[in-house]
């Protein structure tokens, strides 16, 4: 399968029959390709690759090292290997077992996308993002403070999904949506229980049991309760729910609003300066790409070198986010106490761009 970026990044996924390219096709589907038109920026082979504590030296999960290097693994230590000395600098290759995470393996290529668009003046932005009466909004944010719950409040008063993860932002302060599955977890349903309209009968069996569960109807223990709750979660296409079709145009950001989650405070809406929300922005996505500094890190202790072109890039990356936001005169924070919040941000989000 080969997948083309936004004419950013091209990806190869070959070798041995994997699941993987099922569930990244889910994910990605907008980006497939006949061909890519070049070579690939990133080859993915898919191989036997599976090992255990008792053949490596642990890191810190998901990474850990062995003789042939570095590698990341998931929780049945299949393992994921990238050539990180050549990522950014040229075409580079990973290889995969064919029984890995899915979902981590996205995440991974996500990694790996993110530093290769830093070059190019793009980065990913850990946000939700919509349209909404003709504004383009983005809500930087760490997770677990209900940016998806903010982004169903507006799609269903009629906004154009952008993204729910990650958005490519490039330093101009335009937007590319990012064509990704929401991850709809229970307290999401519980929200809005439209939404189970558009799925099978045994998930809404499932979220009508864990409903009643959670209001005292049936007996159940803390862990059994919590593991239904787990379990009442689902990844689904945005367009499928909302009835929209992908668009991959970059458009220019009107607002900015950093979703903050305090507690003991009352929720607020109030100006950002353009600095403090850099140092944000830059601490979240960071934070959400902890494990591929830690893979890099581990790399670089292992192998006494460094990747160049890492070390530049993510050096320059609070500038990068920076210059990206100096073009918007239409810089907020929000700050809520919980994430189930959702039409209170939006009260806040519709006075400020004047749609209330």
């Known amino acids: 399968m080969h997948l083309n970026i936004l004419n950013l990044v091209c990806i190869d996924l070959m070798g041995k029959e994997s699941d993987i390219t099922e569930y990244v096709e889910e994910e990605y589907g907008q980006f497939k390709v006949d061909q890519v038109g070049k070579d690939a920026d990133i080859t993915v082979e898919f191989i036997n690759d599976i090992s255990a504590d008792s053949q490596s030296i642990r890191v810190r999960p998901p990474v850990a090292c062995d003789e042939k290097g570095v590698f990341f693994h998931d929780h049945n230590y299949r393992v994921l290997r990238v050539d990180i000395e050549k990522v950014g600098i040229a075409n580079f290759r990973v290889t995969c077992d064919v029984g890995f995470n899915k979902h981590f393996f996205v995440v991974i290529m996500e990694y790996l996308i993110h530093h290769l668009i830093l070059e190019s003046g793009h980065y990913f932005c850990h946000a939700s993002a919509f349209i909404y009466e003709g504004k383009v909004i983005l809500c930087p944010a760490w997770r677990h403070v209900g940016k998806t719950n903010i982004l169903l409040a507006f799609m269903n008063e009629g906004a154009q999904y952008l993204g729910d993860d990650w958005v490519i932002v490039n330093q101009e302060g335009l937007i590319m949506s990012m064509p990704k599955r929401l991850n709809l977890l229970f307290y999401n349903f519980r929200e809005y229980p439209e939404l189970c309209n558009h799925l099978d009968e045994d998930f809404k069996l499932l979220f009508n049991f864990v409903n009643r569960a959670e209001a005292g109807l049936y007996e159940l223990d803390d862990s059994t309760l919590g593991m239904l709750t787990e379990k009442a979660r689902l990844r689904i296409s945005p367009f ?26 009352k929720p607020n809406v109030n100006e950002i300066s353009l600095g403090d929300l850099a140092i944000a922005t830059t601490s979240i996505i960071e934070f959400e790409q902890s494990h591929f500094h830690l893979y890099y ?9 460094d990747n160049k072109y890492l070390e530049k890039y993510q050096a320059n990356l609070s500038g990068l986010i920076e210059k990206s936001f100096s073009s918007i005169h239409n810089l907020y924070e929000i700050t809520i106490t919980s994430q189930n919040e959702s039409l209170v941000v939006k009260e806040f989000i519709e006075k400020t761009i004047g749609c209330k």
């Open 297 to 305: 890190l581990a790399y670089k202790a292992h192998n006494c070198s």
């Open 240 to 265: 499928e729910i909302f009835k929209q079709e992908y668009n991959g145009k970059a458009v220019e950001i009107d607002y900015v609003f950093l979703l903050r989650r305090k507690m003991h405070s």
